[in-house]
């Protein structure tokens, strides 16, 4: 069964620091990896995905770094604001007739203080 | 450009009725999947349509339903309510099922 983990329940981190939020997956099989942020009581928001094909994606402060051979991927986030806090989920949608199927991390709770 | 819409955004419903929910999708996407978040199983996918189809099902029991409409609009139903259906359903839209997907606020759905 596909797995995706999201082993840090929780990141505190400065103003202005670097962010680095981290997810572990089992299925080589995959089409993107996505990252999204979410408030309580919200739907998530899409931040910024990678393909398969791809090892690193850029978007303004955020990039996405993927590891194939060690089935890791990171989110970073640079600066991080104090506007960033809020649970972050890494969400593998895999390829074939998974459609429309992502498989949600169990999301990381990140706090940025001023 | 709008994006996902969901209503009504918060419903309180007894145990042993049904509900419905509904699901406006971004303009042009046509694929329109379900999630179901609870505090103890995360976010759990429940099914994807794309012209009106069924495409693909996660594993809930089948007194959780849906359809898509020919707008690309979606509702799902939940028949014979339980405590634990109680839970934040969210809604989310793609182009093709196959891409990024893009989530309505959701519906926060009480029973008592």
């Known amino acids: 069964d596909q797995q995706v983990k999201q082993n840090s329940p929780s990141l505190s981190v400065q103003e202005g620091r670097i962010s680095i939020l981290n997810c572990d997956y089992t299925n080589s099989m995959f089409d993107y990896f996505l990252w999204y942020k979410k408030y309580p009581a919200e739907g998530p928001t899409f931040l910024i995905s990678i393909s398969s094909i791809k090892d690193k994606n850029e978007d303004g402060r955020f990039t996405v770094f993927l590891n194939k051979s060690a089935k890791h991927l990171s989110l970073h986030i640079v600066p991080s604001q104090p506007g960033d806090s809020a649970v972050y989920f890494c969400?593998?949608?895999?390829?074939?007739?998974?459609?429309?199927?992502?498989?949600f991390g169990q999301g990381t709770i990140l706090t940025v203080h001023p | 450009k709008a994006g996902v819409t969901q209503t009504p955004r918060y419903l309180i419903k007894t145990r042993g009725q049904q509900v419905t929910l509904s699901c406006s999708p971004i303009?042009?996407?046509?694929?329109v999947s379900w999630y179901q978040q609870t505090p103890g199983q995360g976010l759990q996918f429940l099914f994807e349509?794309?012209?009106?189809?069924?495409?693909n099902k996660g594993n809930f029991p089948g007194r959780f339903s849906g359809r898509q409409f020919s707008n690309s609009r979606s509702e799902m139903n939940v028949s014979t309510l339980e405590l634990g259906d109680s839970a934040l359903y969210l809604c989310a839209s793609s182009r093709q099922g196959v891409t990024e997907a893009f989530f309505g606020q959701g519906t926060r759905l009480t029973v008592v």
């Open positions: 303009s042009g996407h046509r694929s």
């Open positions: 969400a593998e949608l895999a390829g074939g007739t998974s459609y429309g199927k992502l498989t």
């Open positions: 349509y794309f012209s009106e189809t069924q495409r």
